[in-house]
């Protein structure tokens, strides 16, 4: 059994003197900082509603997934998490399917995985709708703009 937290977790932030405790430890830590520091800093910053602090921490935990392999497995599932939360769904998809991968039972990432791509088919449908729309509109306009190019 995983303790990988829900998706739902990452949509509750932190209280900002939560997220500056964190903050303050990792730069207290300078350039000898800890991989669980830099790692519960990442968290913190994922979990907010700043896209800015969202993506400071994803690219927190790619630093951490690049230069620490025992920490690779648990980094999968955050960088999932994180790009989902930024919109980056296909980046998503790609570290949540590679933890499936390692762990086809892991209940946290199976129903991330149902949350993206419910994301994505509502998104695709909606962009469906939206070229749908410019295409009416264009043929309307090209329409009334043959019209009058004929009554000359």
Do not use: H
Request: proline content about 3%; overall charge positive; some cysteine.
């Amino acid at each position: 059994m995983s303790n990988l937290p829900y998706a739902a977790d990452a949509e509750s932030p932190l209280k900002p003197d939560e997220l500056k405790v964190l903050r303050d430890q990792y730069e207290k830590e300078g350039s000898f900082v800890g991989v669980q520091t830099k790692f519960n800093y990442a968290w913190g910053l994922i979990k907010s509603a700043s896209r800015s602090e969202q993506q400071e921490g994803v690219r927190l935990l790619s630093e951490i997934f690049r230069q620490e392999q025992e920490r690779r497995r648990e980094c999968l599932y955050y960088l999932a998490l994180g790009n989902f939360k930024l919109g980056n769904y296909a980046e998503a998809r790609r570290y949540n399917e590679a933890l499936l991968n390692y762990e086809p039972a892991n209940l946290q990432a199976a129903s991330l995985r149902d949350l993206i791509d419910e994301k994505v088919q509502k998104e695709g449908l909606m962009g469906v709708a939206i070229v749908s729309g410019a295409a009416i509109a264009a043929g309307v306009i090209g329409s009334l703009i043959f019209k009058g190019a004929r009554k000359r």
